[in-house]
């Protein structure tokens, strides 16, 4: 198997970015405009391939920024950064991003700090970092859930995206549940495909419903971190791998033990290889509450608390 590739966080493109206009703009003393694409790698990220754009000014009216009104940050006291076109903006509390400041996460933001210092700065310059088509990106992230308006978000603590890793999924789930604590809120709906999170949909707002994959163990883990009550909403093949001891539900974690199925409800499972036809052959509900059950004690076993399973 070949090497997966890795890559480079959008922070560390738009610093990037930044620098290369900043220089150009000090070099020429004219409006510069700097453009970067996202590295390709192996992970699952809808960033991928983007293009950043950093546009530098001394007129403000020559940026193209992101419409939703916000502050900017002040770097070196003299330049001002804004939320260029397909960045978003922040609109709520209980983010790393204070409210109604560009979505530019504080690994980045401090980059770019340290890149302006190395100028001596005797009036007003503006710069915007921008995503070209970000508005579009940013509808396949939680960002309008959370309050991110307008764009997506500029990420990075590392700089460095590993593929195929739960980074970036869980840093999502994290912000969802910062979000969701900073409302005041002390219970969350975890929700595991488009199946479960319709069923909660009919009894919570969609800012309470959080959507954690196949990451079982870890967004368990960032909940109670938080002090928050947890209701699954989940299929029962995903609960029978819970109640299994499966931390993750992913297939490549391993498959269900149809013979310790077996032994929960009595019957001979020879040749059957899916939890729908376990269903079809006993009574539905007093298997779901079985799974139901036996979920609930693996999770005691793993975190001493107690949740709500409901099995869809």
Same mark, same amino acid.
């Given at each position: 198997?070949? &090497?997966?590739?890795?890559?480079?966080?959008?922070?560390?493109? /738009?610093?990037?970015?930044?620098?290369? /206009?900043?220089?150009?703009?000090?070099?020429?003393?004219?409006?510069?405009?700097?453009?970067?694409?996202?590295?390709?790698?192996?992970?699952?990220?809808?960033?991928?391939?983007?293009?950043?754009?950093?546009?530098?000014?001394?007129?403000?009216?020559?940026?193209?920024?992101?419409?939703?009104?916000?502050?900017?940050?002040?770097?070196?006291?003299?330049?001002?950064?804004?939320?260029?076109?397909?960045?978003?903006?922040?609109?709520?509390?209980? @983010?790393?991003?204070?409210?109604?400041?560009?979505?530019?996460?504080?690994?980045?933001? $401090?980059?770019?700090?340290?890149?302006?210092?190395?100028?001596?700065?005797?009036?007003?310059?503006?710069?915007?970092?921008?995503?070209?088509?970000?508005?579009?990106?940013?509808?396949?992230?939680?960002?309008?859930?959370?309050?991110?308006?307008?764009?997506?978000?500029? @990420?990075?603590?590392?700089?460095?995206?590993?593929?195929?890793?739960?980074?970036?999924?869980?840093?999502?789930?994290?912000?969802?549940?910062?979000?969701?604590?900073?409302?005041?809120? $002390? &219970?969350?709906?975890?929700?595991?495909?488009?199946?479960?999170?319709?069923?909660?949909?009919?009894?919570?707002?969609?800012?309470?419903?959080?959507?954690?994959?196949?990451?079982?163990?870890?967004?368990?883990?960032?909940?109670?971190?938080?002090?928050?009550?947890?209701?699954?909403?989940?299929?029962?093949?995903?609960?029978?791998?819970?109640?299994?001891?499966?931390?993750?539900?992913?297939?490549?974690?391993?498959?269900?033990?149809?013979?310790?199925?077996?032994?929960?409800?009595?019957?001979?499972?020879?040749?059957?290889?899916?939890?729908?036809?376990?269903?079809?052959?006993?009574?539905?509900?007093?298997?779901?509450?079985?799974?139901?059950?036996?979920?609930?004690?693996?999770?005691?076993?793993?975190?001493?608390? &107690?949740?709500?399973?409901?099995?869809?």
């Amino acid at each position: 198997m070949s &090497e997966l590739r890795k890559g480079f966080t959008t922070g560390v493109h /738009a610093s990037i970015a930044f620098k290369s /206009a900043l220089e150009t703009f000090f070099r020429t003393g004219s409006s510069t405009t700097s453009f970067t694409k996202k590295m390709d790698n192996d992970d699952l990220d809808v960033t991928k391939g983007c293009i950043i754009v950093v546009r530098v000014s001394r007129q403000k009216m020559d940026l193209e920024l992101n419409p939703i009104r916000h502050k900017p940050y002040s770097l070196q006291k003299s330049i001002f950064l804004y939320a260029g076109r397909g960045v978003g903006v922040v609109t709520k509390d209980g @983010l790393k991003v204070p409210k109604g400041y560009p979505a530019i996460n504080p690994t980045p933001l $401090k980059a770019m700090e340290q890149i302006a210092k190395k100028y001596s700065i005797n009036e007003p310059i503006f710069v915007s970092v921008g995503v070209i088509d970000g508005e579009k990106i940013a509808k396949e992230t939680a960002n309008e859930k959370v309050g991110v308006l307008g764009g997506i978000s500029i @990420l990075g603590t590392r700089g460095i995206v590993k593929p195929i890793s739960s980074d970036a999924y869980l840093k999502s789930v994290e912000v969802e549940l910062d979000v969701i604590v900073a409302s005041g809120a $002390k &219970e969350v709906v975890f929700t595991l495909g488009n199946s479960s999170k319709a069923k909660a949909l009919k009894l919570y707002e969609q800012e309470q419903i959080v959507e954690i994959g196949n990451f079982i163990y870890d967004g368990f883990s960032l909940a109670f971190a938080r002090e928050l009550d947890i209701v699954l909403y989940i299929g029962v093949a995903k609960a029978v791998k819970i109640a299994q001891g499966f931390k993750n539900t992913h297939n490549r974690f391993g498959s269900i033990d149809f013979k310790e199925i077996e032994s929960w409800i009595g019957l001979d499972l020879d040749g059957v290889i899916t939890v729908k036809r376990v269903v079809e052959l006993v009574d539905r509900d007093a298997f779901y509450k079985e799974v139901e059950h036996r979920a609930k004690e693996q999770i005691f076993k793993w975190f001493k608390k &107690e949740i709500e399973i409901v099995i869809v």
